[in-house]
């Protein structure tokens, strides 16, 4: 019989890791006994060759000390600090990796600007609905039913005479409803017109009306208002005009435009509130006067970030996006 002495072996091995104090000790305990070319891994290579008569002794006895020794090694495993970082050969002086941050969609940023400079103003931000009736988004607006304008701020019905509406504008009789003058306050949300979509219209884009009521609020009111936000938003240099315009809710009304390059380039309706809309609020238009704006936030964030398709901002493509961080 292959002359093994498996008592003293089992000794060795055991004492070897008895003094082993890391995981790395105990690994090149393992490879030294238990890997391809180590000792007890020859034992059981060994046992065919050996004599028959002595051979299942011998097997058993190599089986026997293969099994302690495992067992002997997860053990102290488990008690051993863990692995070193220099175990691993790891460089703590790479970079390291980032993780990924998201961010605010681009629109979100633009609202929170444009917010920002209304609210420096003394403007406060109030929330609508999305979901209006067509007194909201027609009526009260002075938008009279078979009232040709109504064409241009056509949207979806619902069965139920709800319809998603398609100005911010609605907010102006809703908050006047809730409070008494003077009130300055911009609402921003979602628009919806059932426009085909291209590289300049959607479904569904975002605006923020404005509306200032007091007692003298004038038309010299609103161009210092739109100026100085105009200015905030684009640089003091901007060149802006008002351009006369007809807008149910308004009376005069315009439509302004900023100089841009060598064009002029809309970007706000607005105007005097009118008389009957004041009337609808449940307000004596003989008391109080002001005005209303309302711009368009894509249109503005595709002028400031020269982005020349509005689907841009929907598709959701991380590439896009990412530049917004
Ligand atoms: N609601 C208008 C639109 O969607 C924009 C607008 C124009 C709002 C004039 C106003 C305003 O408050 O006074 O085109």
Redesign the pocket.
């Known amino acids: 019989m292959a002359n093994v002495n498996f008592d003293q072996l089992e000794r060795e091995v055991c004492a070897a890791i008895q003094g082993a104090s890391t995981e790395a000790e105990l690994e090149e305990i393992r490879v030294r006994y238990l890997g391809k070319k180590g000792n007890i891994t020859g034992l059981l290579k060994q046992i065919g060759s050996v004599a028959l008569d002595e051979r299942r002794v011998f097997g058993e006895k190599v089986n026997q000390l293969k099994n302690t020794v495992e067992t002997f090694l997860a053990e102290k495993k488990s008690q051993v600090s863990p692995s070193t970082l220099k175990d691993f050969h790891f460089d703590p002086t790479l970079p390291g990796i980032a993780p990924n941050v998201g961010s605010l969609h681009p629109i979100t940023q633009t609202i929170r600007e444009i917010s920002n400079i209304f609210v420096g103003l003394g403007f406060e931000v109030v929330d609508g609905r999305e979901i209006e009736t067509e007194f909201y988004n027609f009526t009260a ?1 002075n938008i009279p039913k078979e009232h040709p304008s109504r064409d ?2 056509d949207t979806f019905y619902t069965a139920k005479g709800a319809l998603l509406r ?4 609605t907010v ?1 009789v809703r908050e006047m409803e809730k409070r008494k003058p003077p009130l300055r306050i911009i609402a921003p949300g979602r ?1 919806y017109r059932p426009d085909a979509v291209d590289a300049s219209h959607s479904f569904m884009f975002h ?1 923020i ?3 200032m009521v007091d007692g003298h609020t004038t038309f010299s009111d609103l161009k210092g208002v739109l100026h100085i936000f105009l200015r905030k938003l684009f640089g003091k240099d901007l060149q802006m005009r008002f351009r006369p ?1 007809f ?1 149910p ?2 009376e005069p ?3 302004i435009d900023i100089r841009w390059g060598n064009r002029w380039l809309e970007v ?6 009118n008389p009957s809309v004041f009337k609808q609020a449940g307000y004596n238009p003989k008391n109080v006067q002001g ?6 936030v894509e249109r503005i964030a595709m002028l400031r970030h020269g982005i020349n398709d509005i689907r841009l901002f929907f598709e959701n493509h991380v590439k896009f996006l990412e530049q917004f961080q």
Not at 268 to 273: D, F, K, S
Not at 291 to 296: K, S
């Open positions: 607006l241009a701020f398609s100005q911010t504008s102006q628009v605006q009306e404005g509306l315009h807008f809710f308004t009304s315009v439509e706000l309706g607005a105007g005097q509130v005005f209303a704006f309302g711009v368009g």
